[in-house]
């Protein structure tokens, strides 16, 4: 089987390399979670490789995105309880059980097992809700995890959770950074992290940079965590968490 991206697209061929942050359990202090992040091969920011994405090797970039960081992941992980966290672009993935191919021989080449792989995928890009549907739930059958990035800043929001329930949802950091100043943010955090234990979905708030922040989030009854208080993303790297991750 093959799709539109395999046949028509173009090569992706400039390299490039990841780095990972953590996604911290506050109950362990120990990392949940590393997501995957695009880096120069000397470091550089992502944005150095993404301008050099356009829609005719968007698939061809997603391919190597997902196979770098599980290769590279393989490497540096330790704990088998540890997930490895990988973005997707929806609008890259034409039929769901074709374009994964790639993945599954990366990752049984390996060895980095299924369940410990988490998709995530943003809200800030535009697509067909049927299409993304058909996307996640293909993965969720596969034995993959999904999570939904910058949750409340995005197109689908609340009409996707209604259809579809991924294992996390990830809060957008525009509404966790000054949430201890902010009574507004408290309350829309408040509300929707209620929602989700409702429907079973783990919560991640993302961005937190400040002690307050967290503090208050735990508080709040939040347990994963990231941001650059308590580890900013290492090139090729799994660093541990900071210590002050510990409640």
Do not use: W
């Not at 695009?38 to 196979?67: H, M, P, W």
């Not at 939040?222 to 409640?247: C, H, K």
């Amino acid at each position: 089987m093959s799709c539109a991206g395999c046949r028509d697209g173009e090569a992706f061929d400039l390299p490039f390399s990841m780095a990972f942050q953590p996604i911290v359990d506050m109950g362990t202090g120990q990392a949940f979670a590393y997501e995957a992040l695009v880096r120069g091969l000397n470091g550089e920011g992502a944005g150095t490789i993404l301008s050099q994405v356009t829609d005719a090797n968007r698939y061809a970039f997603d391919q190597r995105c997902r196979t770098k960081a599980i290769e590279l992941a393989a490497g540096l992980r330790r704990d088998p309880a540890t997930n490895l966290s990988i973005n997707f672009m929806p609008n890259a993935v034409y039929e769901p059980r074709a374009c994964i191919r790639m993945t599954l021989a990366a990752a049984a080449r390996v060895g980095f097992p299924l369940d410990r792989i988490i998709f995530e995928f943003t809200e800030s890009e535009r697509v067909d809700i049927d299409h993304l549907l058909n996307i996640l739930r293909t993965y969720k059958d596969m034995g993959f995890k999904t999570a939904i990035d910058d949750f409340g800043a995005g197109y689908s929001g609340l009409d996707l959770l209604a259809h579809f329930q991924p294992d996390i949802v990830k809060l957008d950091m525009d509404l966790i950074r000054g949430i201890d100043t902010n009574s507004a943010k408290q309350i829309v955090v408040k509300h929707t992290l209620a929602m989700l234990s409702d429907f079973g979905i783990k919560a991640v708030c993302e961005g937190v940079e400040t002690p307050a922040e967290m503090a208050l989030l735990q508080d709040m009854g939040v347990t994963l965590i990231q941001g650059y208080l308590l580890g900013r993303p290492t090139f090729e790297t799994f660093a541990p968490p900071r210590l002050l991750a510990v409640a």
